[in-house]
């Protein structure tokens, strides 16, 4: 006689099959839906807080760091003030968060110049970082002013996050490019009498780390360099050529080619 705990097994198993495809397929379309709406929100908040974001730096340009306030940019985009405090809690808040994509979009745009250029041409690197400066400059006059220029009344920047990130950054990789060239400065610089405890604690360590050997000279070399390329491009962007210098443009490449051969460098052939 046949066993008929087999056919019972099977038919159980099948039953049960088919009773968890019936519960979990409609909970899968449920679960694809939900992660559509959420995916759709953060699209939404992320485009909101980017939008909130650009016409900061709008009623900074139109009316200097007092006009950045969250009842302002409410105002701009048709919101109350309430709605905005769901995306950044305070002033500060926004302004970090700006400062801090500012920049690194800024650092972002001079290391990539640079590293088109080969590594063992350093006049070449220098001018590319120097030029992508003044590119970024006069695309992004808002941000430089933001970045550089005025100080925004009562702000109080914290410690680390993304623009001290970002400020590391810049001063390292330019630092990196008069370390490249420190080998053909004139004698008058490398002897220049510079000591460790001139600069910053940290910057100083993070310059020893990464240049073993390199002396504090090159580092003021580096800041004096740095002061040449915002130097212009301070009286550039707030006017003050524009009465006198026909070519903002030739007077600064000028300027950076006079910095190459202080350095020792040929400048590479146009």
């Known amino acids: 006689m046949e066993n ?13 099959s088919v009773f968890l495809r019936q519960i979990v397929t409609p909970c899968r379309k449920v679960s694809t839906v939900v992660n559509e709406t959420l995916n759709r929100r953060e699209r939404l908040r992320a485009e909101t807080a980017r939008e909130i974001r650009t016409i900061a730096l709008k009623l900074m340009g139109e009316g200097g760091p007092d006009a950045i306030t969250l009842r302002a940019i409410a105002r701009e985009m048709g919101m109350t003030a309430g709605a905005i405090y769901g995306y950044y809690a305070t002033r500060d808040d926004l302004i970090t968060t700006l400062i801090g994509e500012v920049y690194t979009g800024l650092v972002d745009a001079v290391e990539a110049a640079r590293d088109a250029r080969p590594a063992d041409d350093a006049a070449g690197r220098l001018l590319a970082w120097a030029e992508a400066l003044r590119t970024w400059a006069l695309a992004n006059p808002q941000g430089f002013r933001l970045v550089y220029g005025d100080a925004v009344p009562g702000y109080r920047p914290p410690e680390g996050g993304p623009a ?44 020893r780390a990464e240049h073993p050997g390199l002396p504090p000279a090159a580092v003021a070399v580096a800041l004096r360099a740095w002061g040449r390329m915002h130097g212009l491009l301070a009286l550039e962007l ?33």
């Not at 400020?167 to 002897?191: E, F, K, M, S, T």
């Open 238 to 270: 707030y006017g003050h050529l524009s009465p006198i210098a026909t070519d903002p443009g030739a007077l600064y490449r000028d300027e950076m080619l006079d910095l190459v051969g202080s350095l020792g460098l040929e400048p590479p052939v146009a």
């Open 164 to 207: 001290a990130t970002a400020r590391g950054r810049a001063c390292a990789g330019l630092v990196g490019l008069i370390a490249d060239a420190w080998p053909h400065a004139r004698p008058a610089r490398r002897q220049a009498s510079y000591g460790w405890p001139d600069f910053g604690e940290e910057l100083g360590a993070r310059i």
């Open 4 to 16: 008929p705990l087999p056919h019972t097994r099977r038919a159980f198993t099948t039953r049960r």
